[in-house]
T-cell receptor, first 113, second 115 residues
Framework: NAGVTQTPKFQVLKTGQSMTLQCAQD?????MSWYRQDPGMGLRLIHY???????DQGEVPNGYNVSRSTTEDFPLRLLSAAPSQTSVYFC????????????FGQGTRLTVV | AQKITQTQPGMFVQEKEAVTLDCTYD???????LFWYKQPSSGEMIFLIY??????QNATEGRYSLNFQKARKSANLVISASQLGDSAMYFC????????????FGQGTILTVHP
């Protein structure tokens, strides 16, 4: 059982470049989300989705786009990378339930130079 | 604003001893879920334990227990009989109201277990 798969694991971008972080889950979870982790700040929610075709902004959405065309996939797009987007990114999925935990991908370490 | 606070940036414990990691939360919503995650140096996020706001008893999972004090809005993680492999970053997180899956995280506590 693969769980939540994120690619790539590491990425270096130049300022102004664009890229897509991929996230896929095979647990039929309705809820998927993207977080970024910065030192001393825990994880902060970027965007989330409660099902195919439905997305919404989290706490720190600026500079990022998402779409959810299938239940399984939830890619995160950086349109024009900035050094402030240097971070570790996590994709997570869960059932839409108060009682269940979120499952996380392995993370993507992104550096923007 | 809904917020999670972990006031201990770092904690040290001797192997085989118990340790408590603090977490307080701020919400006026009567319905919420509290989670603890472990992040070892390899970077993955590992779910440890869950406590619902309506749960009457403190949650336990093996060596992990959650000291839930609703009136004080605290949800401290207790690790009994610490092991070297417990050295990691620990995050407290919460879902508020009907925002299932939408986690708000604390800043994290780095736990170091000494032999």
């Amino acid at each position: 059982n693969a769980g939540v798969t994120q690619t790539p694991k590491f990425q270096v971008l130049k300022t102004g470049q664009s890229m897509t972080l991929q996230c896929a889950q095979d647990m039929n979870h309705e809820y998927m989300s993207w977080y970024r982790q910065d030192p001393g700040m825990g994880l902060r929610l970027i965007h989330y989705s409660v099902g195919a075709g439905i997305t919404d902004q989290g706490e720190v959405p600026n500079g990022y786009n998402v779409s959810r065309s299938t239940t399984e996939d939830f890619p995160l797009r950086l349109l024009s990378a900035a050094p402030s987007q240097t971070s570790v990114y996590f994709c997570a999925s869960s059932y839409v339930s108060r009682y269940t935990e979120a499952f996380f991908g392995q993370g993507t370490r992104l550096t923007v130079v | 604003a809904q917020k999670i606070t972990q006031t201990q940036p770092g904690m040290f414990v001797q192997e085989k001893e118990a340790v408590t990691l603090d977490c307080t939360y701020d919400t006026s919503d009567p319905s919420y879920g509290l989670f603890w995650y472990k992040q070892p140096s390899s970077g993955e996020m590992i779910f440890l334990i869950y406590q619902g706001s309506y749960d009457q008893q403190n949650a336990t999972e093996g060596r992990y227990s959650l000291n839930f004090q609703k009136a004080r809005k605290s949800a401290n993680l207790v690790i009994s009989a610490s092991q070297l492999g417990d050295s990691a970053m620990y995050f407290c997180a919460c879902t508020f109201g009907t925002s299932y899956g939408k986690l708000t995280f604390g800043q994290g506590t780095i736990l170091t277990v000494h032999p």
